[in-house]
C-alpha cells in the first residue's frame, strides 16, 4: 500500500534543504510526497526559532493537527529543527501537543529513520535530542525540490555568538565538510542536469578555518572549474571574514554570480558593537568599496534590523544612510526579535515595539524604493535569466538573472532549467516582465 509523506518547513534555505534530507530518508522508507497534509502517514514539522513569529507559525500549525490525528490515529506526527533543540523546548512541545509521536533535535536528524522505526513499535512518543554536534554524516542523498538550483552545505554551525542570535545555541559549532565531498557532489549534480548550486553555510568565509582543507575562494575556484555550463553562489558571508582573495576568484570567474549576500544588521558602530559583529560601519564599507573595485556591477544584498535594544533615532538614522550609501539591491529587513539564552535577551534597554514597528515601515519604504529605482533601469534591456518556475496565477514563467533579479515571461513550452535571453518591457516594483528574444 503507498505512504505518504508532508514536510513543512519553516525559515532559511538551511531548513529548505535539510527538508530535503527529510525527504530522501522518508523515500528510503518508501513514502512518497503528497500534496496535502491531510493525506499524509507522516507529517513532518522542521522548525525554526530565529525569531519568535516563526516559531508561533510553527506551533500554530502543529496545534491544527490536533483533530486530524484524533480521526486517523495512525498517522505519525514528527517535529524537528532549530525550535526543538532549544534547551528544554522538547518537553514544552511534548506536554503542550501530547499527539506528537516524534521530537528530534538538530542533531539527530541523521537518526529520523531509526526514531520513525521506533514509534511504530512504541506507544509512547520518541523524543530525542542531542546536544552534542556528532561526526558529519555524509552519504545521505537529499530528495531535491529546487531545480533547476541545487543546496549544498559547506559548513554547519556557527562560531560567531552574535548577541542577538539563537543559532549557535541550537546548531552547535562550526563545522566543515570535507572539500572532496563537497566538489564530487557538485560535480554529480551538475552531469545530473542542475543548473545553479548554492554553497550554504553560516559564515561560509570562515570555511575548513584551522584545518588542513582549502580555503573557501579555492573551494569556490574549485566548483567553478568544473566542466559544463551553470551558475554558482553561496550564503552566507560574514563581513569581518570578507576578503580580497574572495572578491578576486568572484571577479575571474563567469560562473560565480556577481551578486553578494553581506549582512549588515545595522549602520550604527554603537549597535554593531552591541550586537558583538566584530566590524564597524567603515569597515564594512571598505569591504563594499573592494567589491566595487573589482566588480563594478556587483549586487548586494543584506540584512538589517530594526529595534536591537538601545537603539537611538540616531543609531536607526545610520541605518537609513547606510543603505542610501550601499544601494542594496534588495535587503531582508526584520524586527529585533529577543531570544532566550541569548545576550540581548538579557540586556535593560528593550525597545517598545511602537517604535520597532515605525522605524520597519520607515526602512522598507526606502529599501522598496531603491530596489523600484534599480528595477527601472533595467527596462528595454536584454539580460539572460535562469528559469526556474512557472508562475499559475500568473500564467507565467519566471527566471533570475545573474544579479538576483526576478523576471517574467511568456513561453510556448516548459523552459524551466533553461538560459534565456529576455527582452524587458516593464517594472514592475521588484520583478521585471518581458519577452524571449531568439538569437
Ligand atoms: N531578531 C531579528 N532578526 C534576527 N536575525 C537573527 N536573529 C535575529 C533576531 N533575534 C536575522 C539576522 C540574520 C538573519 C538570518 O536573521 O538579520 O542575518
Ligand atoms: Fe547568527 Fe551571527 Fe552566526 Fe549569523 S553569524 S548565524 S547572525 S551568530
Known amino acids: ?4 509523506y508532508y514536510i513543512t518547513t519553516y525559515g532559511c534555505q538551511m531548513n529548505v534543504h535539510e527538508s530535503e534530507k527529510i525527504a530522501g530518508i522518508l523515500a528510503g522508507l518508501g513514502y512518497r510526497a503528497c500534496e496535502k497534509i491531510e493525506d499524509a502517514d507522516i507529517a513532518v514539522f522542521n522548525t525554526c526559532c ?9 506551533y500554530g500549525n502543529i496545534g491544527m493537527l490536533k ?3 484524533a480521526k486517523k490515529k495512525d498517522m505519525i506526527i514528527a517535529v524537528g529543527g532549530c525550535l526543538t533543540q532549544q534547551i528544554g523546548k522538547a518537553d514544552i512541545l511534548h506536554k503542550k501537543f501530547p499527539y506528537v509521536d516524534i521530537i528530534f533535535g538538530t542533531h539527530n536528524l541523521n537518526s529520523l529513520e531509526e526514531l520513525i522505526l521506533k514509534k511504530q513499535k512504541s506507544k509512547k512518543a520518541v523524543i530525542e535530542i542531542e546536544e552534542s554536534e556528532g561526526e558529519i554524516c555524509e552519504g545521505d542523498a537529499p530528495l531535491r525540490t529546487s531545480y533547476p538550483n541545487a543546496w549544498i552545505n559547506i559548513t554547519y554551525g556557527c562560531n560567531n555568538f ?8 541550537v546548531r552547535g559549532r562550526e563545522r566543515s565538510r570535507r572539500s572532496e565531498n563537497i566538489i564530487a557532489e557538485a560535480k554529480a549534480l551538475i552531469a545530473e542536469g542542475y543548473k545553479e548550486i548554492t554553497l550554504l553555510g553560516q559564515n561560509v568565509n570562515s570555511y575548513a578555518n584551522n584545518t588542513d582543507d582549502i580555503t573557501f575562494p579555492e573551494l569556490l575556484q574549485r566548483v567553478a572549474d568544473i566542466d559544463g555550463k ?5 550564503m552566507t558571508s560574514h563581513p569581518k571574514d570578507f576578503s580580497e582573495d574572495l572578491v578576486k576568484v568572484i571577479a575571474a570567474n563567469n560562473k560565480i554570480c556577481n551578486d553578494v549576500h553581506l549582512p ?9 558593537k552591541a550586537m558583538n559583529r566584530r566590524y564597524t560601519r567603515e569597515d564594512y564599507l571598505k569591504k563594499i568599496e573592494l567589491l566595487k573595485k573589482y566588480i563594478p556591477d556587483c549586487a ?15 543609531d536607526f538614522e545610520d541605518t537609513l544612510s547606510l543603505v542610501r550609501e550601499v544601494g542594496f539591491s534588495s535587503a531582508f529587513t526584520f524586527v529585533y526579535s529577543p531570544r532566550e539564552g541569548t545576550v540581548a535577551a538579557k540586556m535593560d534597554n528593550q525597545i517598545p515595539e511602537d517604535v520597532s514597528k515605525s522605524r520597519i515601515m520607515r526602512l522598507v519604504e526606502l529599501v522598496n524604493s531603491n530596489t523600484r529605482e534599480q528595477s527601472s533601469k533595467y527596462v528595454g534591456r536584454t539580460v539572460e535569466v535562469l528559469c526556474e518556475d512557472y508562475d499559475d496565477k500568473k500564467n507565467l514563467y519566471l527566471g533570475r538573472d545573474e544579479y538576483g533579479r526576478m523576471a517574467y515571461f511568456a513561453s510556448p513550452s516548459n523552459v524551466i532549467g533553461e538560459f534565456l535571453n529576455i527582452k524587458i518591457q516593464s517594472a514592475n516594483g521588484i520583478s521585471l516582465v518581458g519577452n524571449i528574444v531568439k538569437d
Do not use: W
Open 1 to 4: 500500500m503507498d505512504k505518504f
Open 230 to 234: 551553470f551558475r554558482l553562489r553561496f
Open 162 to 169: 552574535c548577541s542577538y542570535c539563537i543559532v549557535p545555541y
Open 300 to 314: 548586494v544584498t543584506t540584512d538589517l534590523i530594526v529595534g536591537f535594544p538601545g537603539e537611538t533615532e540616531e
Open 264 to 272: 549588515v544588521q545595522s549602520g550604527s558602530n554603537a549597535i554593531l
Open 50 to 58: 530565529i525569531r519568535e513569529n516563526a516559531e508561533n507559525h510553527a
Open 67 to 69: 483533530k486530524l490525528k
